[in-house]
């Protein structure tokens, strides 16, 4: 029996129109079969919350569908830019930091060990949602989701200086912060 092609119906939430070109709709599979896990990322660098970053992809490749490509040179960079940009749209509205799908478990520590390790991971996560959008968005790209100063200045359209400066001062920050809580401890 051969195998059956997967077929991708995407419905608007704004005026559930249901999108069904097949040679669009071919294109728009590989697409999403090739980047679906890296706008993943980049939306859930930003919103901490992996529903809301699966919105978020969702919401990309729709954008991308009735857009489409045409005269984009690299594609990657163009889908971390909308991705980034969706997601901020998302965080206009406040939501709670989770971490849900973190999985603080280690064999061999005791109850206490995983309690303190996921207290501090959590506090370590309010103080970088604490951090102005400025300094946030360039920690998040460049430190959670690994990319290059380049091409987080390509999203956020500054510059690769600036991106640098704004990771040094995010990073000062957090440390500074963390010093006071960890002094304040003891």
């Known amino acids: 029996m051969p195998a059956q ?52 992809v969702q919401e990309v490749f729709l954008r991308v ?8 040179k690299d594609i990657k960079a163009w889908l971390a830019t909308l991705s980034f940009r969706v997601a ?17 478990a280690d064999d061999s520590a005791d109850a206490e060990h995983r309690t303190i390790q996921g207290q501090l991971v959590l ?3 309010r103080l970088i949602a604490a951090l102005p959008y400025d300094l946030r968005y360039p920690l998040v790209l460049s430190a959670i989701e690994e990319m290059d100063s380049g091409t987080i200045a ?19 920050v957090l440390k500074e912060k963390l010093a006071s809580l960890t002094n304040r401890d003891r």
């Open 5 to 56: 092609p997967i077929s991708f119906m995407w419905v608007s939430q704004e005026t559930d129109k249901v999108l069904e070109s097949a040679d669009d709709l071919a294109s728009l599979e590989s697409l999403v079969r090739q980047y679906s896990r890296f706008v993943f990322k980049v939306a859930y660098g930003v919103l901490r919350n992996a529903h809301d970053a699966e919105d978020v």
């Open 65 to 72: 569908h009735r857009s489409g490509t045409g005269g984009i």
């Open 88 to 104: 901020i749209d998302r965080v206009r509205k406040p939501q709670p930091v989770e971490l849900a799908d973190m999985d603080f």
């Open 123 to 125: 506090q370590v996560h």
């Open 154 to 172: 390509q999203i956020l359209g500054i510059s690769e200086a600036a991106v640098r400066g704004r990771i040094f001062r995010a990073r000062a």
